[in-house]
């Protein structure tokens, strides 16, 4: 697949990442798309004080973005690919903005995708009668990337083996896989579906899993600057037997519904730490040892808020939960329901993430997930149905799933 110019959306960690990265690797212009608050114009600053984005550490790169904007008319049209490099819940908003300025025949891409960006996307397709644009998600973020400076200097920590893709339509998996591998200078797995790429997402398992690990039996007390847990190597026993148990909950999604589709790319959570990090990880003798040895993971602090001078206490509204429960456990949880599968360590977790959140995503307030009832696909026939339908019939499909849902 030839490329004459993507666009990145996002100002953050992974957004800044990978604009140099593609930009030195596919040697096209890379616009930025990024709205949100003032990161435009400090994008700009920085990258005129620093002579273009810097990626330093596990992976290196440097390139000037060509123009950063937060106007879509002036970055989408021309885009061959626009790769959204966003939290999940900023994904709708987002793709309502672009859509209907891209090229016939665009691709779009989640990167990561996190659950149920399929149905999503496709629905925002279907009410622009855009079938003719394709969608692409990412299992992960390739990197584990902080900036440094802002515009100026990412600095990678860790860089996954390889990263698996599933497209939609299906059948174009391949050419996406290719034009990946060239962007991203690392090996791309295939995913046969999209669905399969919602089971798939381990931040559902491993972030609120080690935050209930960590903080389900804490004592109200705040930490000291110096005792704030490690998140990966803080890892307890007990909690690698909750994380054990989040991945058998998908595991037996898995194995309900793969007579019909192809979920080989759903691993169990140790198969894909190994798979990803390989060599960086020291001891793969257990789940918890291959966390706590994981040399990409080393060093990073649980998320905390100070509440005076030194003193923190554990963050429950950060990303851990706030993104990966109604945007992967709570979709996984739904879709199990679909399937008829119990799902009773997700069902804990998600019963103590949405206390600390104010939220019931297992009832009152599940219709604020991204789940699959949410868009019209109230059953398992409709969402295996979903992913097989060609593109033409889906648009169909959706618009009329969203007039149900809806009415
Ligand atoms: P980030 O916080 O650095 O950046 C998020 C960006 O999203 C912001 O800079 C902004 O451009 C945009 N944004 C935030 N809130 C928004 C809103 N309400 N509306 C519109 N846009 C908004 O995030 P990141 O670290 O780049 O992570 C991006 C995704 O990758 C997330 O899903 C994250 O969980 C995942 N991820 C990140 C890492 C990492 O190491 N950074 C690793 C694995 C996965």
Redesign the pocket.
Known sequence: MEVHKITV?????????LVPIAAHNLGCPVDIY????D?AERLRAGVAAHGGLEVTGAVQAQAQPRRISTDPTEVIPGSDVVVL??????HE??LRQIIPFLDEGAWVGA??A?GGFDYCAAQILAEHNRDDVGLFGLQ??P?????REYGQVVHV?GVKNVVDVATRPAAKVEQIASLLERMLGLSIGVAANMLALTLANT?QLI?PGIMYGLFAGWDGRPFGTDDVPLFYQGLSEEGAQTLAGLSDDVQAIRTRLEPTLDLSAVRPLKAWLLRSYGDAIADPSSLRRAFVTNRAYAGLKAPVREVSPGQFVPDFHA?YLA??VPFGLAVSRAIARLAGVETPTMDEVIAWAGAQLGKDYLDRDASEARIPQKYGLGSLEALITFLEVKQDLCAKCMKLADKNYRS
């Open positions: 959306c996002g100002g953050g960690n992974g957004a800044q990442t990024a709205p949100f608050a990161e490099v966003l939290p999940a819940f900023a908003s987002t990167m990561p996190r992960t973020l990197w584990a990337c902080r900036i920590l931040g972030h990303r993104e990966d």
